[in-house]
């Protein structure tokens, strides 16, 4: 059974960074390219970062540029989104997504909520 299992997620002032962390079972996640996506109230799922198997290719969404960045480490099998100078808009549901061409899995999201 797969499962991912985001954790990292809370309450932090604008300014302060937050690191997602993104834990993989049931798969050998070295083999899948791993995404963040993020959902505000009343918005659609938006692509936030994004990561090949190899950690040879990495993206980003123009909005987080420069403040979030995305790593892997395959040997625990985790995925990680650290965001720094956090602001209110970045406030959202955050969700890991793996696929390997052929599946893609979901993890069930962590809250993450920019507020003063």
């Known amino acids: 059974q797969v499962q991912l299992v985001e954790s990292g997620g809370g309450l932090v002032q604008p300014g302060g960074s937050l690191r997602l962390s993104c834990a993989a079972s049931?798969?050998?996640?070295?083999?899948?390219?791993m995404r963040w996506y993020r959902q505000a109230p009343g918005k659609g799922r938006e692509l936030v970062a994004a990561?090949?198997?190899?950690?040879?290719?990495?993206n980003y969404a123009d909005s987080v540029k420069g403040r979030f960045t995305i790593s892997r480490d395959n040997a625990k099998n985790r995925v990680y989104l650290q965001m720094n100078s956090l602001k209110p808009e970045d406030t959202a549901v955050y969700y890991c997504?793996?696929?390997?061409?052929?599946?893609?899995?979901w993890g069930q999201g962590t809250q993450v909520t920019v507020s003063s």
């Open positions: 990561i090949t198997s190899g950690g040879n290719n990495i």
């Open positions: 049931g798969l050998i996640s070295s083999r899948y390219n």
């Open positions: 997504y793996a696929e390997d061409g052929r599946r893609f899995y």
